[in-house]
């Protein structure tokens, strides 16, 4: 035991800290069924705000813990709001920091997974016996401060990124209209936009190989096989690859020269979610020996009239996106192309000098956004260490942290 450390049933705590149950810091109530008129109040479910309602079931500052569901999951209300009847909320019975409280939770949450129903649940007990340290009030404060002070650095970053995204939007619709040169080209109207009139518009199958991808769970029969990885429609996002994780699939080995991708090809996505359709981006070969599955288009364009980078840009930009929304097979919630109408897509064809210029100032953009939330994924990194490390005590902060303002 590190010294200045005690043993509890949570964990070694500082040994001037306490352990409560949560039924000594507040009363566990019940949520109700939402009032039917719309307003301004917000009506917090297991999952979060769902409705805004005309009035209040809380007036306090309080946490609300699913009940059902996403039971155990905590939400911060610091305003007026209304627990549904899916959760509890907490009403204090003695002084505490409520955003010290809820990163604790927050790092432990709950669970209802133990219930004996198919849907997981949290009775009351579970909550009010639930056990959690408890730091003086001031270290409570000072706690929940350093960590406000890194969320709200992260807020900020993702105002950055917001910022930077629609910067680059802003630039593709003006390199997409009026070409990449300082004085503006004249320009002609097309079904998806207008744009620059010295263009060439060709079908997309006149200038790039288009190759569908292989279907997951197909018999396979008594071939040789490989296992392979591949491409889903999650790892690829709007302008960036997700490779977090990549799953395998069994393919012939007489198909692996057909489904592999290559570098420089596009990979596009069938579709999906509406902003999931026609998304695109360069394959370099971040995962040697890859396939990529039936929902994923791979397309090779002929150098010698498009670059792959352009034309990665290209579906991205609002043009394309006009495009693969017009043509798609769509119902309420989703939209999919097949290979014929992506093989079609009328492609604008600069000259390859100007197809580089646009790549490289798009790409420049690019890098500004990834610079932003490499960024953001550091500050989380930080928020994630910094609360395991408070809330057990490894690091204790001074005076120095004490919030500016008193919080209930």
């Known amino acids: 035991m590190p010294e200045g450390f005690k ?3 949570i964990g070694p705590i500082p040994v001037d800290w306490n352990v409560v149950p949560v039924s ?6 019940y949520g ?4 039917k008129q719309e307003g301004t109040i917000p009506a917090v ?4 705000i769902y409705a805004w309602v005309n009035e209040a079931l809380v007036d306090f500052p309080t946490l609300v813990i699913g009940r059902k569901g996403t039971a155990g999951r905590a939400w911060l209300m610091d305003r007026p709001c209304w627990p549904s009847d899916t959760t509890f909320y907490l009403e204090w019975a003695q002084g505490v920091d409520i955003h010290f409280l809820f990163g604790y939770l927050t790092l432990n949450p709950l669970s209802g997974e133990h219930a004996k129903t198919t849907l997981p649940s949290l009775a009351r007990p579970d909550l009010e016996n639930y056990l959690v340290p408890l730091p003086s009030l001031p270290e409570q404060r000072r706690i929940a401060h350093a960590l406000g002070t890194i969320q709200q ?10 910022a930077a995204r629609e910067v680059k939007r802003s630039l593709m619709q003006r390199l997409f209209t009026y070409g990449p040169s300082a004085e503006p080209a004249l320009t002609k109207e097309t079904e998806f936009g207008i744009v620059p009139e010295h263009w060439e518009i060709v079908p997309l199958e006149t200038c790039a ?4 991808g292989a279907t997951k769970g197909r018999k396979l029969g008594d071939s040789r096989t490989v296992n392979m990885p591949y491409l889903r429609v999650a790892n690829v996002q709007d302008g960036y690859l997700d ?3 990549v799953k395998h699939i069994q393919i012939r080995e007489s198909e692996i020269e057909r489904y592999s991708l290559q570098s420089g090809d596009v990979v596009l996505t069938e579709g999906g979610d509406f902003d999931k359709l026609g998304r695109g ?17 791979a397309v090779r364009p002929n150098r010698e009239r498009l670059l792959p980078e352009y034309l990665a840009y290209l579906v991205q930009s609002d043009y394309g996106k006009s495009y693969f929304l017009t043509v798609a097979h769509r119902t309420t919630h989703l939209a999919c192309i097949n290979k014929m109408k992506l093989q079609a897509f009328p492609t604008l064809v600069a000259a390859l000098d100007e197809q580089e210029r646009i790549a490289s100032l798009l790409s420049v953009a690019d890098r500004k956004i990834e610079a932003e939330e490499q960024r953001k994924a550091a500050l989380q990194a930080l928020f994630k260490t910094m609360l395991h490390q408070l809330m057990t005590g490894q690091i204790r902060l001074g005076n120095g942290w004490d919030s500016p303002k008193e919080r209930f």
């Not at 000594?24 to 109530?29: D, G, I, M, Q, S």
């Not at 109700?32 to 009032?35: E, F, G, I, S, V």
């Not at 370099?284 to 396939?291: E, R, S």
């Open 7 to 9: 043993e509890t049933e």
């Open 153 to 162: 650095a992260i807020a900020a970053q993702d105002d950055l990124i917001t």
């Open 209 to 212: 190989f288009v190759q569908t």
């Open 281 to 297: 981006f360069i394959w370099c070969g971040q995962i040697p020996n890859c396939t990529h599955q039936n929902h994923i288009f």
């Open 243 to 245: 490779l977090s994780e």
């Open 45 to 48: 479910g297991s999952g979060g």
């Open 24 to 29: 000594n810091l507040a009363r566990v109530k």
């Open 32 to 35: 109700k069924a939402k009032p």
